[in-house]
């Protein structure tokens, strides 16, 4: 890739990264000293959704680069902008997509966020996704009777049901003890934040049928056992998120059984009911998940703004969770011609600001989040299109095909699972692609979103609603994927199990018990792995909130530079083998000094002070530059 101008929303570039409503913001450029020198460089911003102009000054040049500044008026909440520079050539417009020779629109822009900022806390976590039926099972389970939907199984034995009409019935009995249990070993592979699925009573395994939002599961404990559990957590440094659903309930929930067949009940406009009550809307048509009606002010009142609300009362003392992960945050409050979505994601932020400002509120987006992710609610997405799934394609297993279209497993997989499930589209498994889709892909979808939110956004190999990543990506490649979320701008959220190298073709099949320490049942041990790029993202800030600069997108290889004022660190990742591969676009003075790797990766400067690197397939590594210095005469 050649050296091109670049702008991001990181303190190299913004002065104020959280700015109030009408303050000025100083924004920077920097273009390529080896490019000719621009006939002029503009800001173009967007005020009450009309642009405007302002004239950059030349700073000066610094490390081979020329730098540009102009002043950015917060004018509007979310405010859009990018610049234009004239060249020999004609206009050339940079935006978060990139450089484009022609106009482009508004949605590719550049985004800065005036009101509450994120928590910082977030920016430098490592989230771990427990799903607590599965995860560890105290010695006090033994003792819980268990429901009439329940079907048991053994932890040891009995293996998952992958689809059929028991899958969400398997009862494996793991609760809130158990977890408490195993929290040496999300400090050991450098967990700092502890994400668990629902629960709340429920008629399922997995809980987003609540029955009740104002307890704990008996099941999982009780009350008692998350007040311990979090307590414990805390004790270690660690915080705890909870799921919600407000989307819809379970329909054993209280509210839908005093509403349905009743129509005067006082719970009857919290759901989509016909006339006499006795149909409704379900979440995607199933019967068990009637869905919320937002425009009820009661359903708000006793959900989010009530002193003792579902969203409130588990943010408060004697529980004190730390925030929430939303769930289908895209369809909450949406139905037909109801659209309610900002509106309600609006108040939950509030009214968890109000409790406790340093709350998390990251919600599920299940395709293109940007647009409802704009600083001004949910302060983080939990998205697959931006990362999960590029990342899938471009580490995607080969495969041929039979003359029914049908997928063929090739010889030699590590798995002799069926293709997996690849996020609800009409085919089994990903495509392969290469690095340039992967990078084209990536920038499509987070492109719109804000600089702050980017940070906040959740990077997941794999989730409990997927297949997991080893049974869809090349054998040996978990190393490069996990790399990849450790280092790019976001929050890396590990499932439970990944760093066991677990498998499954779909998100119910994911959801295995943890083998813990059973070498019979770990199919690759990755703690280590984990341990290693937690510790190197914890002590290198510019991998936390670093401006982010793409050097290489081809093929089987990427590479970019993640850098802040005091350090860059570059990463490059190899699918395939190469040798010789050149990259531009870093300091003429730059020495890379190896912090982390896997497998053996070369680094040389020649004698142009040209940074060449070579390596054997799946191999992956991170070295350290100094960081970036802005123009003396200037700053």
Avoid at 251 to 260: M, P, Q, S, T, V
Avoid at 492 to 521: A, C, Q
Avoid at 540 to 560: D, I, M, V
Avoid at 598 to 616: F, M, N, P, W
Wanted: charged letters at 20%.
């Amino acid at each position: 890739m050649i050296p091109a101008p670049h702008h991001d929303g990181s303190a190299l570039y913004v002065d104020r990264q959280d700015p109030a409503l009408g303050q000025d913001v100083a924004v920077r450029l920097r273009v390529p000293a080896e490019q000719p020198t621009p006939g002029g460089v503009w800001l173009r911003s967007v005020r009450d959704a009309e642009p405007h102009y302002d004239e950059a000054t030349r700073l000066g040049e610094a490390g081979g680069w020329v730098w540009w500044q102009a002043v950015l008026t917060v004018v509007n909440p979310v405010q859009k902008y990018r610049w234009v520079m004239r060249t020999g050539t004609g206009s050339l417009w940079v935006n978060a997509r990139g450089t484009s020779h022609r106009d482009t629109p508004d949605a590719q822009d550049f985004r800065i966020c005036a009101g509450a900022a994120i928590p910082e806390w977030i920016h430098r976590s490592v989230m771990y996704q427990v799903f607590p039926d599965r995860f560890a099972r105290s010695a006090s389970a033994a003792d819980r009777e268990l429901p009439s939907w329940a079907v048991p199984a053994d932890w040891e034995t009995s293996e998952v049901i992958g689809r059929g009409p028991d899958t969400p019935y398997q009862y494996y009995g793991g609760d809130l003890a158990g977890i408490g249990e195993h929290l040496d070993h999300l400090e050991a592979i450098g967990a700092t934040v502890l994400y668990l699925t629902p629960m709340f009573p429920a008629r399922s395994n997995h809980r987003y049928d609540a029955s009740d939002f104002a307890g704990v599961d008996p099941l999982l404990g009780g009350d008692e056992a998350l007040i311990r559990l979090v307590a414990d957590a805390h004790a270690r440094g660690l915080r705890v998120v909870g799921d919600l659903t407000t989307n819809h309930s379970g329909d054993a929930h209280e509210w839908f059984r005093a509403a349905y067949r009743n129509p005067e009940a006082p719970e009857s406009d919290f759901y989509y009911f016909s006339k006499d009550n006795t149909e409704y809307l379900a979440w995607l048509g199933v019967d068990s998940l009637p869905k919320f009606n937002w425009r009820s002010q009661g359903l708000r009142e006793r959900f989010i703004l009530d002193d003792d609300s579902m969203v409130a009362r588990w943010l408060q003392p004697p529980f004190s969770m730390d925030g929430w992960r939303i769930d289908v945050g895209n369809m909450t409050g949406r139905a037909g011609a109801d659209d309610f979505n900002h509106e309600i994601a609006a108040l939950i932020r509030q009214r968890m600001h109000d409790i406790n400002p340093e709350a998390l509120l990251v919600a599920e987006s299940t395709s293109d989040a940007a647009p409802d992710f704009q600083g001004d609610t949910w302060q983080g997405a939990m998205t697959y299109t931006n990362f999960t799934r590029p990342l899938w394609q471009w580490l995607a297993r080969p495969r041929t095909w039979q003359d029914d279209g049908a997928a063929v497993m090739p010889q030699g997989n590590v798995t002799s699972q069926p293709w997996p499930d690849f996020y609800g589209l009409p085919q089994r498994g990903p495509d392969s692609t290469g690095a340039e889709e992967f990078l084209d892909t990536h920038l499509d979808f987070a492109a719109a979103f804000p600089w702050r939110v980017r940070l906040a956004n959740l990077n997941a190999i794999d989730t409990h609603d997927t297949a997991r990543a080893a049974s869809a990506i090349l054998p040996g490649a978990q190393p490069l994927a996990v790399a990849l979320q450790f280092t790019l701008p976001g929050v890396p959220m590990v499932f439970m199990g990944d760093e066991f190298g677990l498998e499954g073709f779909n998100g119910e099949k994911s959801r295995t018990p943890m083998p813990w320490d059973d070498p019979r049942r770990i199919p690759a041990d990755l703690r280590g792995l984990y341990a290693s790029l937690s510790a190197l993202r914890r002590e290198r800030p510019a991998l936390t909130s670093g401006g982010l600069r793409w050097l290489h997108a081809e093929g089987g290889t990427l590479a970019f530079i993640r850098e802040d004022h005091h350090e860059a660190v570059l990463v490059v990742l190899f699918r395939d083998a190469a040798r010789g591969l050149r990259l531009g676009g870093l300091n003429p003075e730059a020495n890379p000094v190896p912090l982390w790797s896997h497998g053996t990766v070369t680094c040389e400067v020649d004698e142009d002070s040209g940074v060449v690197l070579g390596a054997q397939a799946l191999c992956a590594a991170a070295f350290t530059l100094p960081g970036t210095t802005l123009p003396a005469e200037r700053r």
